[in-house]
Nanobody
Framework: QVQLVESGGGLVQAGGSLRLSCAAS????????VGWFRQAPGKEREFVAA????????YNADSVKGRFAISRDNAKNTVYLQMNSLKPEDTAVYYC???????????????WGQGTQVTVSS
């Protein structure tokens, strides 16, 4: 029903910035909350940020507060993750996901993208 494709990842030096995009297909995308998750090598997938369907509610994981910002443009069927002051610890594959509620739990999301690699060098 919803297909998600992430883009914008790449290699950046510590302290730099990247903006990830999550492009969606499906006319009902704007009715879904969207979350960003990441998974580093050898680690479990973890929550990063989420945004409600209307965009009026957002929250970030403690590890990225003050550095990352999630936003969406429903007219473009796109959700963004602006990442500033990147650290080597942010290196991971980043995934976007869509679901009915703005939550951190992976179990609450029904649709997932394939991920985009973010590598932060020291």
């Amino acid at each position: 029903q919803v297909q998600l494709v992430e883009s914008g990842g790449g290699l950046v030096q510590a302290g730099g910035s990247l903006r990830l995009s999550c492009a969606a297909s499906g006319r009902t995308f704007s009715t879904y909350a969207v979350g960003w998750f990441r998974q580093a090598p050898g680690k479990e997938r973890e929550f990063v940020a989420a945004i409600s369907w209307s965009g009026d509610s957002t929250y970030n994981a403690d590890s990225v507060k003050g550095r990352f910002a999630i936003s969406r443009d429903n007219a473009k069927n796109t959700v963004y993750l602006q990442m500033n002051s990147l650290k080597p610890e942010d290196t991971a594959v980043y995934y976007c996901a869509a679901g009915p509620y703005t939550i951190a739990s992976q179990e609450g999301y029904d649709y997932w993208g394939q991920g985009t690699q973010v590598t932060v060098s020291s």
